[in-house]
């Protein structure tokens, strides 16, 4: 060590006269002196904690009194509640008038509805005579099988459809006759009617979906068709017409003299319905009516 050094740089040991003059010693007087500073710093953390502990002990009793206080308001706003329910009470009276309406609306319609029937049915008896004024009597009823093909120059039964429907009192089906191709469009056929007593007749009104046919009216008195359109025993009744709309009505001449058969004769198709030798043309008849004389 140099003269003015007091201590060893290496070794640690002090000068001769100094403090301590071996190195041991002194580190073990700092190593001393360390300890007891941690336990001073660890005396001193754990009374901060403490401390702070007790702090906020003090603090969360201060607090809970005010919550204690509130529930005593509470049950005030409970106690006001309970009166609303009367109200409705109150609105349980209305529905026991409600009924009284509908007891005097049953009245009404029951009144009304006879009332439409009766209107509706007469509308229809001068619509099928719409010609013949609203005094025109109305419609033939018929049996079902009063109608059948009307064919004295025997062609084939499989031109023919279901006489039956020109009766059935719908339009939309019908009875069809095939345009025979080597004769178009002349035909020779026609829909038979028994009445099964004599009938004086007035009118008849055609419906069918194949307008331009050439049509007339027969009538005879014959216990059975006579053989043939040119028969004596049938008598016209209309004159020979094109009927060019889908609904003819077809004014009978000597509405005076009853029938007891009648024929809708057809002797000419439409140029519509002429067809092909492959694939012939057909006429329709949808609907027959027949009337009585007044």
């Known amino acids: 060590m140099s ?20 190195g ?18 660890a005396g001193a953390a754990v009374a901060a904690l403490s401390k702070s502990s007790t702090h906020r002990a003090s603090t969360v009793v201060a607090v809970v009194p005010p919550v204690a206080s509130a529930p005593a308001t509470a049950p005030v706003t ?13 609105t349980a009276v209305v529905p026991p008038k409600i009924p009284v309406t509908p007891t005097t609306t049953p009245t009404t319609p029951a009144s009304t509805t006879p009332t439409t029937p009766a209107s509706t049915t007469p509308s229809e008896g001068t619509g099928s005579g719409s010609e013949g004024g609203a005094s025109q009597p109305s419609a033939l009823i018929l049996d079902t099988n009063a109608a059948s093909t009307y064919n004295p120059y025997s062609y084939p039964a499989s031109g023919f459809g279901d006489p039956s429907l020109t009766i059935d009192g ?13 004769k178009a469009p002349h035909m020779a056929v026609g829909v038979l ?33 006579p053989a043939s359109i040119t028969d004596k025993a049938w008598v016209a009744i209309s004159h020979s017409m094109k009927a060019a709309k889908k609904h003819t ?46």
Do not use: M
């Not at 309970?82 to 009470?89: G, L, M, N, Q, W």
């Open 3 to 22: 003269p003015d050094q007091d201590w060893c740089l290496q070794c640690g040991a002090g000068a001769p006269g100094s403090l301590s003059s071996g």
């Open 24 to 41: 041991w010693r002194s580190l073990t007087a700092i190593l001393a002196a360390t300890a007891v500073l941690v336990l001073l710093a």
């Open 78 to 90: 409970p106690t006001t509640t309970p009166i609303v329910p009367s109200t409705p009470t109150t």
């Open 170 to 182: 719908d339009a939309s089906t019908a009875w069809t006759a095939q345009v025979e191709p080597d």
């Open 193 to 225: 009617i028994k009445l099964g007593s004599s009938v004086k007749l007035s009118s008849l009104e055609l419906i069918t979906s194949t307008p331009g046919i050439h049509i007339q009216v027969y009538g005879t008195n014959a216990k059975t068709a």
């Open 249 to 294: 009505r077809i004014k009978l001449l000597s509405p005076t003299k009853a029938y007891s058969l009648l024929v809708l004769w057809i002797s000419q198709a439409p140029a519509s319905s002429v067809g092909t030798a492959t694939a012939p043309g057909h006429v329709a008849v949808n609907e027959v009516e027949l009337f009585p004389a007044p």
